[in-house]
């Protein structure tokens, strides 16, 4: 059974990704406790480990905050993931077993009652063996690859791929894109495998280089008003 602490590191991660807890907000203990309902020392325990997943950062004289990052650094996020996760698709076309690559079968079939459950304006995927890009990396069965990209990489990733990569169509392009990578691993076809994910996550950044250029927009008007 979770913990108490282990319950509000969940609510609150999710708040955080989703946005419900936006990009750079102050975070507030009691405003917290409030609004899930946890206890002092469970939220500072979930805080420490949200710090240290770098979803939440502290600096000197102004408290915690969540993390943001400028439009390069989520821009180079996304072209070191590119490089890495076509590494990761390869290697997971030699080292996924069949029972593995059914599975991701199955976790696609989840995936499209989600798309469809959000009128196709949305692909959010929960943390670990639900999320595609997860079981992809685990499929590499390469320690140091699964290391760099399960660490802090993955979950400003997913911060950033379920705030600012959604547009009109984009998840059920992203969904095929899935499906094609998932034949590619099926074929035992590691050329393909890395190629289909190298331009589906260049994809996924080519939207978010649109939607960051919106955002500045978006804030420019606020501000001239």
């Known amino acids: ?4 602490a282990e319950r509000a590191f969940d609510c609150i991660q999710k708040a955080i990704v989703t946005g419900e807890v936006a990009m750079g907000a102050k975070i507030s203990e009691a405003e917290l406790g409030q609004r899930f309902g946890f206890g002092r020392a469970p939220l500072r325990e979930a805080l420490q480990r949200l710090e240290v997943r770098g979803l939440i950062e502290r600096r000197p004289h102004a408290g915690a905050r969540v993390v943001t990052l400028n439009p390069e650094s989520i821009l180079e996020l996304y ?13 997971a076309a030699v080292h996924m077993s069949d029972a593995e690559i059914d599975g991701m079968r199955r976790l696609m079939d989840a995936h499209a009652e989600g798309i469809e459950a ?15 890009h997860y079981r992809i990396i685990a499929g590499s069965k390469n320690e140091r690859l699964i290391s760099m990209l399960r660490g802090e990489l993955y979950h400003l990733l997913r911060l950033y ?8 169509g984009r998840p059920d392009r992203a969904f095929r894109e899935h499906h094609r990578i998932i034949e ?28 960051l250029g919106q955002t500045q927009v978006e804030e420019k008007h606020y501000v001239s008003r």
């Open 1 to 4: 059974m979770a913990t108490q």
């Open 79 to 91: 072209t070191v993931r590119e490089a890495l996760e076509g590494m990761a698709a390869r290697l």
């Open 161 to 168: 791929r379920y705030q600012l990569s959604t547009q009109a």
């Open 184 to 211: 590619a691993l099926s074929d035992r076809d590691g050329d393909l495998a890395e190629m289909l994910m190298r331009r589906h996550i260049a994809a996924a950044r080519e939207n978010l280089k649109i939607r």
């Open 118 to 132: 959000s009128a196709g304006q949305a692909y959010y995927q929960e943390e670990g063996d639900f999320d595609f």
